[in-house]
């Protein structure tokens, strides 16, 4: 059976710097941003489904897009 799913939460992250080519610099930045995903996928058996994943960050800025991301997974269940 088909199934959807969306989600909202923060997200914190450190990005530096070193180098740029031979050119040595020193930058570092961090920042707590919203992040969301969305989800789509089938269960193909009880214990299998496949999933597709949308995730995007609000980590944009001074010309820089929003972190964003694609997964397609594939999840076997084991219960015990």
């Known amino acids: 059976s088909p199934f959807i799913g ?9 990005d530096s710097v070193d180098k740029v080519g031979t050119l ?3 930058g ?7 992040a969301g ?13 496949i ?3 949308y995730f995007v960050a ?11 991301a694609h997964s397609l997974m594939a999840n076997l269940k084991f219960t015990f």
Not at 6 to 14: D, N, V
Not at 58 to 68: E, Y
Request: proline share 0%.
């Open 6 to 14: 969306i989600g909202i939460g923060l997200i914190h992250f450190k």
């Open 24 to 26: 040595v610099v020193n």
């Open 58 to 68: 609000d980590t944009g800025s001074n010309g820089v897009d929003n972190a964003t």
């Open 37 to 49: 995903n969305w989800i789509a996928g089938v269960n193909v058996l009880e214990d299998i489904d």
């Open 28 to 34: 570092e930045e961090t920042s707590t941003n919203l």
């Open 51 to 53: 999933r597709y994943r």
